[in-house]
């Protein structure tokens, strides 16, 4: 009888040790993953990764590409826009790219290399990426999120679109500081008119023009958090930064006080003395009824053959463009 009780004791304290062993260590992995559980959550605040790197890897291209932040690496997908594939291993997709800027497919593998290398330089620096952590797919180990990436020059994509390396096409979001995306996709379009109208990138391929880049300035959109929301670099020995803005959060490109016409300073203003096509957007913004917004679109939809093609920029009808007109040229 005692050696039957001496096998169940030990029966019993061989299950409850591997129980045990087994509780430990699914705390250990939980312990491990929290910064991933809470980047995930599908929460509506921001995640701000500061002084991110690029890390050199075969599969980056324009659109896609690994990142560090402090300790940990990341694989980002832009929202909003897309750049040609750098290879032939997807005919489909490279097909309905060319199709798309009216180019063959060996021209669209082309202009997606170009779009890497844009990338890669553009890089180069310190940068700054905004997530919620949304799952971007993709074929790679890593698990890819979609993200909006400033560089010191502004958001990364306008500045691919601007340059004729990518379209207006993709996964859709609202970027800091806006309720929904459509400001950002029609400043997208009109960035992207720009670049065929100067025949750029995958735009003037054909013509010799791969690799000429705007000459004509543009304002890309900056992302700001609010004073009050600390953003945090990230240390070398952390696992992630992650740092929840509450909404709204400032856009230096997109916010601006109330666009009003009683301001004093700007009933002073001079008639018909600003030139539509060099004006800066301080210079802009002083027209009674151009706001940063405003002027950021105007700037975007450059050039312009005169002050009458005001009228094309969105969000100028006829009362705003009789309201704005005779300050310009």
Same mark, same amino acid.
């Given at each position: 009888?005692s050696?039957?009780r001496?096998?169940r004791l030990?029966l019993?304290?061989?299950?409850f ?6 509780a430990?260590i699914?705390?250990d ?11 995930r ?7 701000v990764?500061?002084?991110c790197?690029?890390?050199?890897n075969?599969a980056n291209?324009?659109?896609s590409?690994?990142v560090?932040?402090?300790a940990?690496e ?13 290879d ?5 997709r490279?097909?309905e790219q ?6 063959t497919?060996p021209q669209a593998?082309?202009?997606?290399q170009?779009?890497?290398e844009f990338?890669?330089?553009k890089l ?12 971007a797919?993709?074929q790679s180990r ?6 909006f990436?400033? %560089?010191?020059e +502004?958001?990364?994509?306008?500045q691919?679109? /601007?340059n004729?390396? =990518? *379209?207006a096409y993709g996964?859709?979001a ?8 459509r400001?950002e996709l029609?400043k997208l ?10 025949r750029i990138g995958a735009?003037g391929?054909?013509a010799?023009?791969?690799n000429?880049?705007s000459?004509?300035?543009?304002s890309?959109s ?5 004073q009050k929301t600390?953003?945090r670099?990230?240390p070398a ?10 909404q709204p959060?400032a856009?230096s490109a997109?916010?601006s ?9 700007k009933?002073?203003i001079p ?9 800066t957007e301080k210079?802009?913004? %002083?027209v009674? +009824?151009?706001?940063?917004?405003m002027a950021? /679109?105007?700037i975007? =939809? *450059?050039?312009?053959?005169s ?7 969105s969000g100028i009808?006829?009362k ?7 300050y310009?040229?």
């Open positions: 009888m050696q039957i001496g096998g030990i019993r304290f061989s299950i040790s591997r129980v045990g062993v087994s430990l699914a705390v992995v939980l312990g491990a993953s929290a910064v991933h559980v809470a980047a959550d599908g929460s509506k605040d921001w995640v990764l500061e002084n790197r690029l890390i050199t075969p291209d324009g659109d590409f690994h560090s932040a402090g940990k990341y694989l980002f997908r832009l929202y909003l826009v897309d750049a040609p594939e750098t032939a291993r997807n005919p489909g490279l097909i060319g199709k798309y800027f009216g180019i497919v593998i082309d202009v997606g170009a779009a890497k990338t890669r330089q180069s620096e310190p940068f700054t990426v905004f997530t919620h952590m949304s799952d797919m993709g890593l698990e890819r999120f979609y993200a990436v400033q %560089t010191n +502004g958001d990364l994509s306008e691919l679109v /601007r004729g390396l =990518a *379209r996964f859709k609202a970027p800091p500081g806006l309720r929904t995306s400001e029609v379009q009109q960035l992207e008119d720009l670049a065929k109208q100067e735009w391929i054909n010799g023009r791969l000429a880049h000459q004509q300035p543009s890309f900056s992302f700001v958090p609010e600390r953003s670099s990230a020995d952390s696992a992630a930064v992650v740092s929840p803005i509450p959060v856009s997109r916010t006080p109330p666009e009003t016409s009683g301001s004093h300073a009933e002073k008639l018909g003395r600003i030139d539509v096509n060099t004006a210079e802009l913004t %002083t009674p +009824g151009i706001g940063h917004v950021s /679109r105007i975007a =939809a *450059r050039p312009f053959r002050a009458d093609d005001l009228k094309r920029v009808g006829e705003k463009y009789a309201q704005v007109r005779p310009f040229q």
